[in-house]
């Protein structure tokens, strides 16, 4: 459906899309938490596309987390490399990677270290329109933290 | 009439779901169909069946044609028109429609777009398409168009629309668009009903302007509702 990568970047976009394809498709972390500690809604309105978070969180770090998107491709892979990779981690370490992916998206820095699914994404800079695509996920976990840190 | 079917017609037309009670005349005998669901007392063949539908779409009752036993009581509410995409065709065709006697609602998860601003005096649903006809629960009075020039919102509508008794159901695009679109809804396994899509969306009139596109969508609309899909 998002043929950003293929057009931009020849065949190396197309092997990116096809990372980013099947990271949608496993949609890692989709789901609902019985008793979320914190919760989030986040939409685009430009493009329509909504996140809903939902995260446990014990000692500082993500315990449990759980998904539910509605969006483009890019928006749901990214929601899936965070199901594969939150969970353990610690708010300081979410938010950091949450800065490292702009960086990588807006400056082309190198992927942040450590999620290296998020490399799939390197080939979006330069598609301005589509960086909250990516960033809708990450400001939706840390909004889920920020309330679960609230109810505390 | 049986006290079962009046239930029936009293929770159809409770819900705003347009229905119709078919009235044998020689023993008092009815048949009772929602657009979807057909039950009661007559039997009528599949030709019947299509004949009552068409009278239904059209809001009308009388004398099922061909028929001397047979009459048709049309309880259908004003036609509604679902356009999908807060688009620039929309804010004509929204509009125009509404003059035309439709009742109008206008489907965008992107807010940006579905502005009252932009549609002044009609319903804005900012739901994504499909949660929003899940809920709205398209009827055989109900048309369904999309024109949000994106995929990811198209597709979901035309699905829950395919899987409605819509009386028309059509989606902007090119002949080449379509084909994939075709491609990708065959896939999600409504290979045996895409057929229902108008596409390219409209009759030709030749214009292509977002006003043309309009009037060409409308008009469609008003063909299928009043001649069926074999006009």
């Known amino acids: 459906m998002t043929e950003f990568a293929a057009d931009a970047a020849g065949s190396a976009g197309r092997i990116y899309q096809e990372a980013i394809k099947a990271l949608a498709n496993d949609a890692t972390g989709h789901g609902a938490l019985v008793a979320p500690d914190g919760r989030a809604f986040i939409d685009n309105p430009l493009?329509?596309?909504?996140?809903?978070?939902?995260?446990?969180?014990?000692?500082?770090?993500?315990?449990?987390?759980?998904?539910?998107?509605?969006g483009c491709l890019l928006c749901r892979a990214a929601a899936s490399v965070i199901g594969k990779r939150a969970v353990g981690a610690r708010?300081?370490?979410v938010e950091k990677i949450s800065t490292g992916v702009s960086a990588m998206l807006e400056r082309e820095a190198p992927p942040p270290a450590g999620w290296h699914e998020l490399s799939a994404f390197a080939p979006v800079h330069g598609h301005r329109s589509r960086y909250d695509c990516v960033r809708l996920p990450f400001q939706a976990l840390l909004a889920a933290l920020r309330a679960a840190g609230e109810q505390r | 009439?049986?006290?079962?079917?009046?239930?029936?017609?009293?929770?159809?037309?409770?819900?705003?779901?347009?229905?119709?009670?078919?009235?044998?005349?020689?023993?008092?005998?009815?048949?009772?169909?929602?657009?979807?669901?057909?039950?009661?007392?007559?039997?009528?063949?599949?030709?019947?069946?299509?004949?009552?539908?068409?009278?239904?779409?059209?809001?009308?009752?009388?004398?099922?044609?061909?028929?001397?036993?047979?009459?048709?009581?049309s309880y259908a509410r004003a036609p509604r028109l679902i356009v999908v995409g807060a688009a620039h065709i929309s804010q004509?065709?929204?509009?125009?429609?509404?003059?035309?006697?439709?009742?109008?609602?206008?489907?965008?998860?992107?807010?940006?777009?579905a502005s009252a601003e932009r549609f002044p005096g009609?319903?804005?649903?900012?739901?994504?398409?499909?949660?929003?006809?899940?809920?709205?629960?398209?009827?055989?009075?109900?048309?369904?168009?999309t024109l949000t020039h994106d995929p990811k919102?198209?597709?979901?509508?035309?699905?829950?629309?395919?899987?409605?008794?819509?009386?028309?159901?059509?989606?902007?695009?090119?002949?080449?668009?379509?084909?994939?679109r075709v491609a990708r809804?065959?896939?999600?396994?409504?290979?045996?009903?895409?057929?229902?899509?108008?596409?390219?969306?409209?009759?030709?009139?030749?214009?292509?302007?977002?006003?043309?596109?309009?009037?060409?969508?409308?008009?469609?609309?008003?063909?299928?509702?009043?001649?069926?899909e074999a006009a």
């Open chain 2, 1 to 73: 009439m049986k006290w079962v079917l009046y239930e029936r017609l009293r929770a159809a037309t409770a819900a705003g779901t347009s229905c119709a009670v078919v009235t044998r005349l020689a023993d008092g005998a009815q048949a009772f169909f929602d657009g979807a669901r057909w039950e009661g007392a007559v039997d009528l063949t599949d030709a019947q069946r299509a004949a009552v539908r068409r009278m239904l779409v059209a809001g009308r009752s009388g004398m099922l044609p061909g028929e001397q036993d047979l009459f048709v009581r």
């Open chain 1, 91 to 93: 708010v300081e370490e």
């Open chain 2, 185 to 228: 809804l065959t896939e999600a396994g409504l290979g045996d009903r895409v057929a229902r899509i108008h596409a390219p969306v409209g009759l030709d009139l030749g214009g292509r302007a977002p006003c043309e596109i309009a009037v060409s969508i409308l008009s469609q609309v008003i063909q299928v509702r009043y001649r069926g």
């Open chain 1, 47 to 70: 493009c329509g596309d909504c996140v809903e978070m939902e995260v446990n969180v014990a000692g500082n770090r993500i315990a449990a987390l759980a998904h539910h998107v509605k």
């Open chain 2, 122 to 145: 009609v319903t804005l649903v900012d739901e994504w398409p499909d949660t929003a006809l899940e809920r709205l629960k398209p009827d055989v009075t109900t048309a369904v168009v």
């Open chain 2, 153 to 180: 919102l198209d597709d979901p509508a035309l699905i829950a629309a395919l899987r409605s008794p819509a009386f028309y159901v059509g989606a902007l695009g090119s002949t080449r668009t379509h084909a994939k």
């Open chain 2, 92 to 113: 004509f065709l929204a509009p125009m429609a509404t003059l035309a006697g439709f009742e109008v609602i206008v489907i965008d998860p992107r807010r940006a777009f």
